[in-house]
């Protein structure tokens, strides 16, 4: 049997720990940021992610969305990662709204040839507001991605303050 403690919060409880036998949940809080190379291939792309994730401890389940730079979208190696990852949709971001974006590894080569110093990384972040970088941009031939955690995980977690000034934060006491 799970622990649990009551919240005082009309019957919310806390678990204290999974249930043996419980697939793992992961909410898709993630974005994917992914630039890829007209000779890119899908496999490439696939395995790049594959292995960043498993890197990072992150699950694919917990990716929201990708999102790359403008005219990408339709990119073979862009579609199979989206399809792998369960469909999920594929912002596009224009070149001078992902300029925009302060990231830590700009390219001056992809800033050359795109008018934005950064895909990946860029459109991670611009899909993500609010959010924060995860995993800094990766490379492999063709293909470069990089992974921000939306808003929903990139702030820490506070206490909810009292109701009011004189009322404790838990009314029926310690919810031990």
């Given at each position: ?10 019957g ?62 339709d ?88 109701l ?13």
């Open positions: 049997m799970v622990g649990s403690r009551g919240l005082g919060y009309g919310v409880r806390r678990m204290s720990g999974p249930v043996a036998g419980d697939p793992p949940v992961h909410p898709r809080t993630l974005v994917v940021g992914i630039g890829a190379s007209s000779a890119a291939e899908s496999a490439e792309a696939v395995q790049l992610l594959t292995d960043v994730l498993r890197e990072a401890g992150l699950a694919p389940h917990a990716v929201a969305r990708l999102a790359t730079v403008a005219g990408k979208a990119h073979p190696a862009v579609r199979r990662v989206a399809h792998w990852l369960g469909g999920v949709p594929v912002d596009e971001h224009p070149g001078r709204e992902l300029a925009a974006v302060p990231v830590p590894n700009p390219s001056a080569a992809v800033g050359a040839a795109l008018g934005t110093a950064s895909v990946a990384e860029a459109a991670a972040l611009a899909s993500a507001p609010g959010g924060r970088l995860l995993v800094a941009k990766r490379k492999s031939a063709m293909v470069t991605v990089a992974v921000a955690a939306t808003a929903a995980i990139a702030r820490p977690l506070s206490p909810a303050p009292p009011s000034p004189t009322e404790p934060a838990h009314p029926q006491g310690d919810p031990a």
